[in-house]
């Protein structure tokens, strides 16, 4: 039979408690589906290649550009394109789903306590 | 200022009515976000150069392959690889978020009554 089982997001969050650290969930045409557990501010950032995709599946988040803001409430999403500086912040925990290329770190470019180079799965 | 609104999904899919006919609500990669609703039985079909991702937004579906089936409740999401055959299956209305190739038809290959060559921008 074909390998296709379908994966809850829900449970794969319950796999795990940090902050800021996605698992990858799911390959989807050279491109990564992961979630994570968003709480405070993390860092400016942005990705000089691959546009990155939020969906907020729990809670609420804001991405900080340089002249705006996008506040993001449940079942939100919002493509921040290639190149656009952002900075993610949840005020309390916030669980999304992230697309970003395959192997494409979460801070790219400005290395930091927060860079995760090789993401778990979950 | 940069324009960066977010999405609401299910604002978008209270925009209209119709089942299985796709809308595009962002841009990503070269891939189009969609969301639609679906109930009933879609045909048998498979993308050859594509991978296609469903997330159940509310309520639930099956996708159908030549030897087995997925079951996909709310927050359950699965990518069927490219190439693979399949045929979704909703006995009632179910919302989801779609992934595909930008331009990529809802039925390539298959042509039929419920083919939508190009996608309605919600």
New interface residues.
Partial sequence: ??S???????GKLAGFADHWNPRV?????D?E?RVAKLEGAFIWHSHAE??E?F?V?KGAMR?E????I????E??????P?G?EHRPVADAECHI?L?D?AGEPNTVGQPSHLTRQALERA
Same sequence: chains 1, 2.
């Fill in positions: 039979m074909t296709l089982a379908p994966t809850s997001l829900a969930v799911a390959d989807y045409n491109h589906v691959t546009d995709l969906l599946l991405i550009f340089r002249d705006g996008a506040e993001l409430g079942g939100d999403l919002l493509v921040v290639k656009v789903l697309i290329r």
